[in-house]
């Protein structure tokens, strides 16, 4: 596969989890292909994503500063817009020499980028192949009818994070051969790992939740557990945020936040963004994930590695991480009651040193970032063949 170049092409306005994702994967290709990926980014891209890349970046520079892509709001005309240029900068690029005799597959994990990709696709169509990397869920509703379009007829692969993202997309496109499971995994190399030892009884609990500071992430619910438990117990739980607070988008969710722990004298302490995640998971003895939706999130595959307690929602690809009481523990989706009933266990039992044994087996084993290069590298190959 010497002639076939990876080109990564997005929009990308966030550095959360699945951006941080994409990076790790991105970087573990640069050492797995034959020929190192390339990110061909809008110039206003996340800076902390492009400093975080190890490929080659190329950015465009933008061709409407007045327009913001990430918020289109009633602008929908000069989205479009946007997006047409967009494909004719990508267009006028791809003669360059350097694309020259070469096999391109680009790859993209947003809406916006999969209609400026697949205009590329469909002129470009003897050299070029798209491959679309679902992130999420995968759930029908999560589409317009346009991306469902474009996913049915322009993509050639949809890389899917969890066998329950492929299931959900196969409502979206009759060729299921072209649905992939590629796990999203972390970097085992770069966490800390804990020493095994049984907790029987722990005086201070440090609880963390690291993401997005949004309704979804169902940080609210934590704070209700915790509210439930006697005032003795409910003392040694020290809840730890790490999230930018300081976004127009999660100032409001904050404060109501923040006036819930108020008024329910249960200790949190918000942290802001941090960049030392793995070290944050080390320090903790449980990481939370209470959320409405995910795909395939690191944090939790992060904790299960490197010994800390996982407790998540059973949405997205989580089940196929966390089983119930042998690899961590799984609350019910909306419910607060049901995380209050898990912490209390583990304030009066301790931390099971099997449970995290056997979680941390479970991710070493499927989930490594080599093993999804690899299969990454193994399904560019025979998009030609």
């Not at 988008?249 to 963004?273: K, P």
Request: net charge positive.
């Amino acid at each position: 596969m010497s002639n076939i170049k990876l080109v990564f092409y997005d929009f990308v306005g966030t550095f959360g989890g699945a951006q941080q994702s994409t990076v790790a994967m991105l970087n573990a290709l640069n050492y797995e292909l034959p020929s190192p990926p390339l990110a061909i980014l809008p110039q206003d891209s996340n800076k902390q994503f492009v400093a975080a890349l190890k490929c080659e970046v190329k950015l465009l520079s933008s061709n409407d500063r007045n327009f913001n892509i990430f918020r289109v709001g009633r602008s929908k005309i000069r989205g479009i817009m946007y997006l047409l240029r967009s494909a004719i900068q990508l267009h006028e690029l791809l003669k360059d020499k350097s694309f020259r005799d070469k096999r391109i597959v680009f790859l993209c994990n947003s809406s916006k980028a999969l209609v400026v990709l697949s205009l590329i696709r469909l002129t470009h169509f003897r050299n070029v192949r798209l491959a679309y990397y679902a992130r999420g869920w995968g759930k029908f509703s999560q589409y317009s009818t346009l991306t469902r379009m474009l996913l049915r007829h322009c993509t050639d692969v949809i890389f899917c994070v969890s066998q329950q993202t492929k299931q959900n997309l196969m409502r979206v496109t009759k060729h299921r051969q072209r649905l992939l499971v590629t796990y999203t995994s972390v970097d085992h190399s770069i966490l800390p790992i804990k020493p095994l030892s049984r907790k029987s009884s722990l005086d201070r609990i440090n609880l963390l939740f690291a993401g997005a500071i949004l309704p979804t992430k169902g940080i609210h619910l934590i704070i209700e557990a915790l509210s439930k438990l006697d005032k003795e117990t409910r003392s040694r739980f020290h809840l730890y945020i790490a999230g930018n607070f300081n976004l127009k988008e999660t100032r409001n969710y904050y404060d109501c936040c923040s006036r819930l722990a108020a008024d329910s004298s249960v200790n949190i302490t918000w942290m802001g963004w941090r960049d030392d995640v793995p070290d944050l998971i080390f320090n903790s003895d449980i990481v939370c994930l209470p959320s409405y939706s995910e795909g395939m999130p690191r944090i939790v595959q992060e904790a299960m590695y490197v010994g800390t307690l996982a407790i998540a929602t059973p949405v997205g690809g989580i089940p196929e991480i966390i089983i119930p009481q042998e690899t961590g523990f799984l609350m019910e989706i909306d419910n607060s009651t049901s995380l209050f009933t898990i912490l209390e266990h583990v304030a009066k039992a301790g931390i099971d040193v099997r449970m995290i044994q056997q979680a941390r087996s479970l991710i070493s084993s499927k989930f490594s970032l080599s093993r999804q290069a690899h299969q990454i590298k193994t399904i560019l190959d025979k998009l030609w063949t």
